[in-house]
């Protein structure tokens, strides 16, 4: 029987870092990456850049652009100036319902495909204060997902329970952290590699890796230990 799985990719830090984990697990991938009139829409590129260099056969980009419509976010409206997280509230990057569509979608597309899985990158440990990124909110869409459609599709999130640190740690145990740190467009102003070190992306993105690099052993131990590797 053929293991396939369907990853949520963006091409940023934790979407490529889910692909080189599911890699070796699956024997079919299939990556999905929604152009959602995103002011960062330079992550579409990166994206099939990395899948193709990867070796991912099926990549597909989806118009989702009636999210940008609806959702009003500084990451679906240029003139929304993007604003760093004081902490208090959800950020004005949030953009409502963006994960609700996309893995909906994504369990749509893997019913079709047959698939066992779908791989999302969020994370309720190192984020932004996003709802969606929650692992309530997942198994909550997992289970509402299962009872409609009538199929046990699994939504895994390897992420969830690690600090930046610990992924940047996840990539150099599958030795493609200089692809990583390159490669990848995690920046909400559209800017690949290390980005453009004002939003908050840029900065949670640098202080992970800064922690992982002043503590690699350390924290290379911590992550074996929380995925069991």
């Keep these: 029987m053929t293991r396939k799985a369907v990853i949520v990719f963006s091409g940023g830090q934790d979407s490529t870092t889910c692909l080189i984990h599911a890699l070796p697990m699956y024997d079919e991938i299939h990556c999905i990456t929604f152009d959602y009139g995103q002011r960062h829409r330079a992550e579409i590129e990166v994206a099939q850049q990395l899948?193709?260099?990867?070796?991912?056969?099926v990549h597909k980009v989806l118009d989702t652009s009636l999210l940008s419509e609806l959702a009003i976010s500084s990451l679906t409206r240029d003139h929304i100036p993007i604003a760093r997280s004081t902490g208090d509230g959800v950020p004005d990057t949030f953009v409502p319902g963006r994960n609700i569509l996309f893995l909906t979608l994504a369990s749509i597309y893997a019913y079709q495909v047959s698939a066992e899985a779908v791989i999302t990158g969020v994370c309720e440990t190192d984020f932004s204060g996003y709802p969606d990124c929650r692992d309530e909110f997942v198994k909550a869409l997992n289970?509402?997902?299962h009872l409609?459609?009538?199929y046990k599709i699994r939504i895994e999130t390897p992420l969830m329970q690690l600090n930046?640190?610990?992924?940047w740690a996840l990539a150099d145990y599958h030795k493609q952290l200089d692809l990583i740190r390159y490669h990848t467009l995690t920046c909400y102003n559209g800017v690949t590699g290390s980005g453009c070190a004002n939003c908050d992306a840029c900065a949670l993105r640098a202080k992970g890796l800064s922690e992982f690099l002043e503590s690699r052993a350390k924290v290379l131990n911590s992550l074996k230990i929380k995925l069991k590797l």
């Excluded at 899948?51 to 056969?57: A, N, T």
């Excluded at 930046?164 to 992924?167: H, I, M, S």
């Design 51 to 57: 899948s193709k260099q990867l070796g991912v056969k």
């Design 143 to 145: 289970k509402a997902i």
């Design 148 to 150: 409609g459609m009538d």
């Design 164 to 167: 930046k640190a610990e992924t």
